[in-house]
């Protein structure tokens, strides 16, 4: 009789309709997906559409993946171990799809890119850029589907700043040396048309304007900051607000966790604020965000550490960063050099990838995750204001 009322038991979980996903501020999460990736997916959404790319094992091979957040599709590209998506827009309704891949022709790590159309078709590709070993990338829509794009490549230690742009029909330009060493390169606009390449070089961040396939203005602008031997900085982000310059640090730790590190620079009188960790605590007055979406209270610097960020590449007068803190993946919010505002969504627990983010004409705002299930299964999550 247990035996049957144990067998009853289980038949009766079973058949139990599954547990209504999570609710957020902004809607309920939805995966869309289930991959071995710790990657958060790269983002792009536009009013037509949203592209979803990201990396996965089909029938023994390593594909590459694409969605428009209803279906999936693998494309028609020959893949190794992408890694490091980018998807920006292009002419026509279609999308610039990048990633760093070794080749057909090279064992080494390349950066790669495609032209993908709405149906999720691979159009062109996969184009190589680059000419040697290649860690790190930066690109930036120009408008009317053009992109300029940034790498490092060389052996490691001595990687050399190359450039060159794509065309809206995803063809590229000449190759440039920057005639600059470094790594890690970050392209951020500001609204008056300027482009800034930032770097790392010589244990430093620079900076110069990235115009007419050159660099200007080349200048120092601190010194990296000090970390033991088992943190090293895996990525770097510069965004803008109406006041001010702001470069995020993202730093690993050996065991694949995560702290943020952020300077500052008043961009009237260039006072600089050089960088240090970021933590916040979450206020009770509400907070305009000025974009999508409920739930956003005021914020000040605090005790919870930000484990990873990654901000909007845009200059406007409130700048949205999707971060992770205590556990919880949310928004955080910067308006005239300071943080501002604080946006909890999700109780996500341990992340090994910064949310990727992005936003549309609309002022809605679409988050993307890698949620770990199991010790070789993630969940792929999107949560969007729309």
Do not use: K
């Not at 930036?140 to 794009?149: A, E, I, N, S, T």
């Not at 305009?288 to 610097?301: C, H, K, L, R, V």
């Amino acid at each position: 009789m247990r035996r049957l009322a144990c067998l009853l038991g289980l038949l009766l979980t079973a058949c139990a309709p599954p547990p209504p996903p999570p609710s957020t501020p902004w809607g309920a999460p939805r995966v869309f997906a289930h991959a071995p990736t710790a990657d958060a997916p790269a983002l792009l959404t536009t009013t037509q559409q949203t592209w979803l790319a990201w990396t996965q094992p089909q029938d023994g091979e390593t594909r590459h993946m694409a969605s428009d957040g209803q279906r999936s599709r693998i494309l028609a590209l020959r893949a190794w171990y992408p890694m490091r998506y980018r998807v920006l827009p292009a002419a026509n309704r279609r999308a610039h799809w990048l990633w760093i891949d070794r080749s057909a022709e090279a064992d080494e790590l390349r950066l790669q890119s495609a032209l993908i159309t709405p149906d999720l078709v691979a159009e062109l590709g996969p184009v190589v850029h680059s000419t040697a070993l290649t860690t790190s990338y930066a690109a930036l829509p120009l408008g009317d589907g053009r992109v300029q794009l940034v790498w490092a490549q060389g052996p490691l230690g001595s990687e050399a700043l190359y450039a060159r742009a794509l065309n809206a029909d995803g063809r590229p330009t000449f190759t440039v040396a920057l005639n600059a060493r470094g790594i890690l390169p970050a392209l951020t606009p500001t609204r008056d048309g300027v482009v800034w390449l930032y770097w790392i070089d010589d244990r430093s961040l620079w900076r110069g304007q990235l115009r007419d396939d050159a660099l200007h203005g080349v200048e120092h602008v601190e010194r990296l900051p000090a970390l033991p031997l088992t943190e090293r900085i895996d990525a770097l982000h510069v965004a803008h607000d109406a006041a001010s310059t702001y470069v995020f640090w993202q730093v690993v730790r050996a065991d694949g966790s995560s702290h943020g590190l952020l300077s500052v620079t008043d961009r009237a009188t260039g006072r600089h604020l050089p960088a240090s960790p970021l933590r916040l605590s979450v206020g009770s007055e509400p907070f305009d965000t000025t974009y999508n979406g409920d739930g956003a209270f005021t914020a000040a610097p605090g005790e919870a550490a930000v484990a990873w960020l990654r901000p909007l590449p845009a200059d406007t007068d409130t700048l949205p960063v999707a971060a992770v803190w205590a556990g919880t993946t949310g928004m955080i919010y910067f308006r005239e050099g300071r943080l501002a505002g604080v946006q909890p969504l999700l109780r996500t627990g341990r992340l090994f990838d910064a949310p990727q983010l992005a936003s549309d004409d609309a002022r809605h705002l679409t988050l993307t995750w890698s949620q770990p299930f199991d010790a070789q299964t993630a969940h792929l999550t999107i949560l969007t204001t729309r």
